[in-house]
């Protein structure tokens, strides 16, 4: 029979040579993540593998030129609803947000290897939002692991350890569907959004997007100089017509005539 202390001794050799081995793939792994801090976001390039085995599974298209503008359109496109019973639907990021993250996202995809997702990690008021960003052919990928805080978990319902939100789709956009062997799983923190999005909504376009407002005033009429002069108005120019006939029937003084006249104009102009 062996002895414990013997077996110790003719295995050391080999527990010391897996120590090594898992030093060094550990070395490897710590050393292929590249990170990025800036303001409350942080960066990270991450193997595929990392992401779960549905995204080992896809073929990923980095590194993929797309532009800020579109990135925003993306972003600003992420809703969702709180699961309660007065849960209100809500942007995943606020405009400010947008602001922030748009452009760094944009040349973090046009700068992600093959094989590397983009996990993300974004310090809000509310408590982080994270996720992950990668690209298939003609679709734009972004799961999401916590907003604001509050992590999403497959459950049933938020009473059964369930998730406390799901995202809402948008136009062009729609839920990822993981395959199971007897029932296939809507995953609802998970979106799936063509790559060439659809504009948002005529009138809720972020910031940086919107074009010069537009006034739906009637253009002031100008004057043969070339300057602008108020547009007539009928009800002030009999007012003025009244006052006028005050002065001149001596009802009214000059001075208390030129005041009222002041205040009549200031209500144009």
């Known amino acids: 029979m062996i002895s414990s202390a013997s077996f110790c001794r003719s295995i050391a050799p080999f527990a010391s040579l897996l120590l090594v081995v898992g030093l060094m793939f550990s070395a490897c792994a710590t050393k292929n993540v590249r990170k990025l801090e800036k303001g409350g976001l942080t960066l990270m390039y991450k193997p595929q593998l990392e992401a779960g085995s549905e995204v080992a599974e896809l073929k990923l298209v980095h590194p993929f030129n797309i532009s800020e503008e579109e990135v925003r359109k993306h972003l600003y496109a992420l809703h969702y609803q709180e699961l309660s019973l007065l849960g209100k639907e809500k942007s995943v990021f606020t405009l400010k947000e947008i602001d922030e993250v748009s452009e760094i996202f944009a040349k973090a995809l046009r700068h992600a290897r093959p094989g590397r997702v983009i996990a993300f990690k974004y310090e809000t008021p509310g408590g982080s939002t994270s996720g992950n960003i990668f690209v298939t052919p ?16 497959s459950g049933i319902l938020p009473e059964w350890g369930g998730s406390t939100w799901r995202l809402t789709l948008k136009k062009g956009q729609k839920y990822h569907v993981t395959k199971k062997l007897l029932v296939d799983r809507t995953d609802e923190n998970w979106i799936m959004a063509e790559a060439q999005l659809p504009d948002p909504v005529e009138g809720k376009v972020p910031r940086k997007m919107r074009a010069a407002p537009t006034s739906s005033r009637a253009p002031a009429s100008q004057s043969p100089a070339g300057k602008q002069t108020p547009a007539a108005d009928p009800e002030l120019e009999k007012k003025l017509e009244f006052l006028k006939n005050l002065r001149e029937k001596n009802l009214i003084d000059e001075e208390e005539y030129k005041r009222k006249r002041k205040e009549l104009l200031d209500t144009l102009l």
């Open 138 to 153: 003609n679709t734009i990928h972004w799961k999401l692991d916590s907003i604001r805080g509050q992590n999403y978990s």
